[in-house]
């Protein structure tokens, strides 16, 4: 991991200690860990609706990802933006991982319901076949699947994300609906 121990001004610019870190040098790690840990854990913790030991863990995770990977920092970048970005994303990630568990026990709570409702609804066999086509989706579909069903995010947002064209949001929605109903028809209730 560390190589070099070496002496450096702790005035250094922050893609300079991010080179010396990429050769090994573990005060230049320090350094950057002073200066942006505590700042990190401050703006983690407002997105994680102020759990700091959470925020912590990110933070923690955002610094380890900068020890495995140093050379992913590109020095065409300004380095806060980057380390910021890295800390939001994780933060992201864990919500979206929290909201998923989260859906996944209504979406069972749900099924449960609608077994009482249509109690001749084999709901093991429904959960089978979801869980099935969903395994069938692209990364594409899973990923417009997850954000536009699970997570409920407008069109424009699910563009942002998966960084493709509204329109290309809109017609994957159309096209994953209509494979969804293609393969659940037997699920089909009639009123």
Request: aromatic share 14%; hydrophobic share 40%; charged share 30%.
């Amino acid at each position: 991991m560390f190589k070099v121990r070496s002496k450096i001004n702790k005035d250094l610019p922050d893609a300079e200690l991010m080179q010396l870190l990429a050769k090994g040098n573990r005060i230049a790690f320090e350094i950057i860990y002073d200066r942006y840990f505590y700042k990190l854990v401050g703006f983690c913790k407002r997105l994680l609706n102020e759990d700091e030991e959470l925020a912590k863990d990110i933070v923690q995770e955002v610094f380890i990802k900068i020890i495995d990977k140093p050379e992913s920092f590109s020095t065409h970048k300004v380095f806060s933006t980057w380390i910021y970005t890295l800390a939001k994303y994780l933060c992201f990630n864990h919500i979206r991982n929290e909201q998923n568990r989260k859906d996944l026990i209504q979406q069972n709570y749900q099924f449960e319901e609608a077994t009482e409702i249509y109690p001749n609804t084999d709901s093991k066999l429904l959960k089978l076949k979801i869980a099935e086509l969903y395994r069938s989706f692209n990364d594409k579909e899973k990923l417009i699947f997850i954000l536009r069903f699970e997570q409920e995010l407008s069109i424009k947002k699910i563009a942002e994300i998966a960084e493709i064209p509204e329109g290309s949001v809109k017609s994957g929605i159309y096209y994953l609906l209509k494979k969804i109903g293609l393969h659940l028809k037997e699920f089909k209730h009639e009123y």
